[in-house]
């Protein structure tokens, strides 16, 4: 890995310092409508913060460091278990807890899948899925009473 | 009653029955990531109904030792806390389990988990009536300084760079302060929702925190998520002992460490594991493997966190005072079954407390061949499950754990977003570790913060509440010594970098 | 099955009158066609309610007063149901979380919430608490447990006249702990500090375990708890009073505020609420079963032991009950800064 001796600033460390200083602006902000006892901690903890991202702005920006291991791998496959997660968990009050779960767990199986699939390989996974979704689900739902909601279809 | 009478009691086939299919519900239970301890043993407070006093209590015991155990399976094997307990054994555990020690981690977590039991529990039958006077002496201000001291450690955590950590530390402590302050009654940052009333889940955070970022990365590759062990997947027994004997300072220091922390009411298992996982990398030379999978590391945690059990129940039994939420559903069961707690409890030889304790000591041996036996197949399971079914399953349980956790759907959404922001942070050298103890710190810090600002208020002195008690200079000192060192080692390190 | 589509035909009627209102020709035909069904429907939902398990969700953590109380519930409901109920979980801001939601869940009656007074009346008066007090549909009110002014038993205050002297002349020193800011605890605090025309320093904690640590450790002078506190913490405590018209059976040697001579009773009150849509017969049998629970006598003694003490307003109550306690909590909400 000839990167691994490159020396570079750390420019999305630089970027996120500047967000979370912004996060400390809106908390200031926000803290003047509290009660006095009750904005003491969020301002406290705000002028710091914004005190440590600067610091670090200014020493990644004067010191670059060695500069790491790149990402690896699918970034488009990450991308996509993100939003297969963030569908299900707003879809599923609204939709249905074991329809949606069937679907996400089918697109998280497509995405966690490489090589190629066959006969036996697609009938092994199925029974899988269906073992483990139906073991959880009634393991919550009868075991624990956990009032896993059915929604619009189920 | 003798202790002997005592003992045989807890040893009825009856009331070992119960110990091994708590210690087995709990360890099932507790690696379930959401599934907590005092879930589990909310569940099955009903059942105990039925059965007489002692026996019940000895299943609620069995099953609170066995979740706090359990929590280590998953943070081993799948870099998530199963419990708040857990957070620190995923430090060390989970890169062991990706380099291919994941049976000598499970192993060794299982034998520290019970020597830290045994010792939290001997504690209890011991010295509980002196030690629960000790948590007395804790009010607002000590809880403070406490928590002060514990955000001190994040400079003994940290590999990646001290600034980002502290950056992240504080971003965890605001997070905590969303919703409304049960202290001093504010509604904050919730941006006009109720959604954000209740604030963040620490459950649902550390599943989002810890778990997501690892699910992302592994559909990312190919790669099979833990390297297959070199030893063929026995208990490395021998190994495990090597650890502990190297490391027998350590499981001293962590189990009594766990044990203190134990026993003051609110601190609980996390921060207990926190402290002594501080502890002992800061007792240990530089290098040494640290955050690569030192298996001290887990020798601390599982240790102290399991030391917590008997230590919290100190409080419970002598004062009445829960030491952790678990504690709370095991006292409010012992108040169904109208037993009262007390320090009459001790000094009458109250044959049922005295039943349960010994039981809860024979529980903890109970957990060693379970433990033993269940790590065995977790890890076996683990490692031979393809990716295309680990992935999904696990994503099942995030989506069910944190749903389970207060039946509510907007810990679920509050859970993947926190993983996406986790995974960034993470990507980017921002560690989440001192995100979550921002966010586990914050409550302790700001009402005893509060509290010992209205009383000194109103006794006329503030510099001598925050001050002038021999307990707070203790603390002070030591938050005083961790910064110092952390600024020696800071400097050693700058100079070999730079 | 059978629960839905009698829950279904137990709507009806409602549906009716909708219909009435927008297509007036429609309705009679519907209502002819509905009437058998609309007839039948009251009765079976009576006899057939519950039929299954009732999800009976604490907006509290587990082993607080709430849970225990409706632990002590469960065998009984099996009793006077003959059904079983699964205790379920929902915490988060002191209640809130859990009363904002009550109105989305499922209205079928086999899902039922404890509520809390004076908490449901004081926090929707604070900004961004999601609900109003009268979204709630209460069916029952079952137990409370009476405000108690608490001090450790080494206390250098041994009556409540002792504790009054001193804080009358050193006003705001006293220092007096309890549950959360502007709960019960703090409504207690004001209201007696009005009533006895002293000033104390209230002192909010985060739960019970939390002020009975700071209570027996002397880092707090007194707490406002109630009689299950009391009795929880045994002897380590000592009873100054209770805002009870009578004393509580269980703690005979703690006298009511009353005796003392100031005119306070009060505390928190728990009953079960029910989302504001379901069948108004469903609300009745439910409120009757928590009736026929309330007055075993088995159910009172174990109630009792623990420090609870019975009431028993129902459905029929519930209107003129919720109006005067609202009124009641007027004063106390505007010396804690809330807008009623």
């Known amino acids: 890995m000839p990167a691994a001796e490159q020396v570079k600033r750390d420019v999305p460390g630089i970027v996120i310092s500047a967000i979370v200083f912004g996060i400390g602006v809106l908390v200031l902000v926000e803290a003047q409508e509290f009660s006095p006892m009750g904005s003491i901690f969020p301002r406290t903890v705000a002028a710091i913060m914004m005190v440590f991202c600067a610091a670090y702005m200014i020493v990644a920006w004067r010191r670059p460091q060695p500069a790491g291991v790149g990402e690896q791998g699918s970034s488009l496959r990450r991308v996509g278990l993100f939003a297969v997660m963030l569908l299900w968990s707003i879809a599923f009050s609204t939709v249905g807890f074991l329809t949606t779960s069937v679907i996400a767990y089918a697109a998280i199986t497509l995405l966690a899948t490489y090589g190629r699939w066959t006969a036996s390989r697609v009938a092994s996974r199925l029974v899988a899925g269906i073992a483990i979704l139906a073991l959880f689900y009634l393991l919550f739902k009868v075991a624990l009473h956990v009032p896993l909601p059915s929604g619009w279809l189920l | 009653m003798t202790p002997v009478d005592f003992l045989l009691g807890a040893l009825s086939v009856n009331n070992l029955l119960l110990s091994l299919l708590g210690v087995a519900a709990g360890i099932v239970i507790g690696a379930l990531p959401g599934l907590t301890a005092t879930m589990a043993v909310a569940v099955l407070v009903p059942f105990t109904f039925g059965m007489n006093a002692a026996s019940g209590l000895i299943m609620l015991g069995a099953i609170y030792m066995g979740a706090i155990y359990g929590g280590s399976y998953s943070a081993i094997l799948l870099n998530t806390p199963g419990t708040p307990s857990a957070i620190a054994t995923t430090f060390e555990g989970y890169p062991m389990a990706k380099r ?142 090597g650890v502990i004997l190297r490391g027998k300072f350590n499981l001293m220091r962590s189990s009594v460490i766990g044990t203190i922390v134990g026993i003051l009411p609110g601190a609980g298992g996390s921060i207990a594991a926190i402290v002594a996982y501080a502890e002992a990398k800061r007792g240990a030379k530089e290098g040494d493997g640290w955050g690569h999978g030192n298996p001290q590391g887990i020798v601390a945690t599982e240790s102290a966190n399991n030391a917590t059990v008997g230590g919290g129940l100190i409080p419970t039994l002598v004062l009445g005072i829960p030491g952790t939420p678990v504690d709370a559903v095991i006292l409010g069961a012992l108040l169904v079954q109208g037993i009262r707690v007390g320090p009459s409890l001790f000094s009458e030889q109250s044959s049922v407390s005295y039943v349960f304790m010994y039981g809860l000591i024979i529980a903890t041996l109970i957990m060693l061949p379970v433990g033993l036996l269940l790590g065995r197949y977790a890890f076996k399971l683990i490692i031979s499950i393809p990716k295309e079914v680990l992935t999904p399953a696990v994503a099942f349980m995030t989506i069910l754990g944190s749903f389970a956790i207060n039946n509510d759907a907007n810990n679920v959404v509050q859970m993947v977003l926190l993983g996406g922001i986790g995974w960034v942070l993470g990507r980017f050298g921002f560690s989440v570790t001192p995100v979550v103890l921002g966010i586990i710190l914050e409550s302790i810090a700001e009402s005893g913060f509060v509290q010992a600002y209205i009383i000194g208020g109103a006794r006329g002195s503030l510099a001598g509440e925050f001050l002038g008690n021999p307990i707070s200079m203790v603390i002070i000192g030591l938050i005083i010594l961790s910064v110092v060192y952390a600024t020696i080692r800071g400097r050693k390190r700058g100079s070999v970098n730079g | 099955m059978e629960c839905h589509i009698t829950t279904e035909a137990a709507q009806l009627p409602r549906r009716l009158r909708a219909a009435h209102r927008t297509w007036p020709h429609l309705a009679g035909a519907v209502a002819l066609a509905a009437a058998c069904v609309g007839w039948v429907a009251p009765a079976t939902a009576q006899s057939k309610f519950p039929d299954h398990t009732i999800n009976y969700i604490i907006p509290f953590a587990p082993g607080g007063e709430s849970d225990i109380a409706a632990r002590l519930q469960e065998p009984f409901f099996k009793k006077y149901a003959g059904v079983t109920v699964a205790i379920q979980y929902r915490t988060g801001a002191g209640g809130a979380t859990a009363w904002a939601q009550l109105n989305n869940m499922e209205n079928t009656g086999y899902t039922i919430m404890g509520t809390n007074l004076p908490h449901i009346v004081l926090q929707p008066m604070q900004k961004g608490s999601g609900y109003d007090t009268d979204d ?166 174990q109630m009792e032991k623990a420090g609870f003490s019975m009431v028993d307003v129902d459905l029929a109550g519930m209107t003129a009950f919720m109006a005067k306690m609202k009124k009641e909590l007027v004063p106390a909400a505007q010396s804690l800064g809330l807008k009623p």
């Open chain 2, 100 to 241: 291919g020690d994941g049976d000598l981690a499970l192993t060794l977590a299982c034998l520290v988990s019970v020597f830290g039991g045994l010792f939290g529990a001997f504690a209890l039958l011991l010295i509980a009536p002196p030690m629960a006077q000790f948590a007395l002496r804790f009010g607002p201000v000590e809880y403070f300084w406490f928590a002060v001291f514990g955000l001190t450690l994040i400079a003994s955590l940290g590999e990646e760079s001290m600034l980002k950590s502290l950056i992240g530390c504080c971003l965890g402590l605001l997070l905590a302060m969303i919703g409304l302050a049960e202290v001093g009654g504010d509604v904050r940052f919730t941006g006009g929702t109720s959604l954000l009333l209740g604030g963040i889940d620490i459950v649902a955070a550390l599943i989002g925190l810890y778990c997501v970022p690892v699910l992302i990365d592994l559909v990312a590759t190919p790669k099979p998520h833990l390297e297959t062990s070199k030893h063929g997947a026995g208990f490395r027994l021998h190994d495990a002992m």
């Open chain 3, 136 to 301: 709630l549909q209460n069916v029952y009110w079952f137990q409370y447990t009476p405000d108690a002014l608490i001090v450790p038993a080494a206390s250098p205050y041994k009556t409540l006249k002792e504790l009054v002297d001193y804080a009358k002349k050193n006003p705001a020193k006293l220092t007096v702990g309890g549950t959360g800011t502007a709960s019960g605890n703090q409504v207690a605090q004001v209201r007696f500090d009005k009533i006895a025309g002293i000033k104390t320093t209230y002192v909010p904690f985060k739960g019970t375990g939390a002020v009975n640590t700071a209570l027996l450790g002397h880092h707090v002078d007194a707490s406002w708890g109630y009689t299950t506190v009391r009795l929880g913490l045994g002897d380590q405590v000592r009873c100054l009073a209770v805002a009870m018209p009578a004393r509580h059976p269980a703690i005979p040697d703690c006298p009511t505020f009353k005796e003392l001579g100031y005119d306070m009773i009060g505390g928190v009150y728990r009953g079960v609420a029910v989302p504001k849509t379901t069948p108004k017969d469903i609300q009745e049998r439910l409120s009757t079963i928590l009736g026929q629970i309330n007055k075993d006598p088995e159910f009172i003694k």
